[in-house]
């Protein structure tokens, strides 16, 4: 198996697994077993803050050998990957504006009632990040699909 091949699987690996592990099984442990919703979300925060690098940088590296391929698929990838990287940036600002709520309300957002407007705006923007990292992961998926019918 060519080098390179070896290199866009392990990079799909971590996008497209690290992705899904973080929300289907360390971000609900994480707010289930943290003895505060406030702990849970400074532990996904950290999480997520690294994930916010892979979601862009994994994408862009995913490009960058594109523009040297050819055949039917090579359109597919470019799109899709091209399409994350989009996503990616916008859930790292949706992300970061988040953060910024948190870090701003001087009480744990779940102790706010929930018509406050904080509590009603952090949670837009928290399902709206949510939204963009399923449409990623719903990106790399089928990039990890292509893959694996244009090699296998």
Known sequence: ????????????????????????????????YAPTSEVAGNIVGGMLAIWHWVSILAPIALVVPLFARTGAGRRAWLVLAIVAICLGGLQWGVGSRVVAIRRASTVPITSLPKNDPVRRHFGILHGVAFGLMTLQLLAAGTLVTIDSREDG
């Open 1 to 32: 198996m060519k080098l390179a091949i070896v290199i866009r699987r392990l990079l799909l690996a971590v996008w497209f697994g690290g992705g899904v592990v973080l929300m289907a099984i360390a971000a609900p442990a994480a707010f289930r």
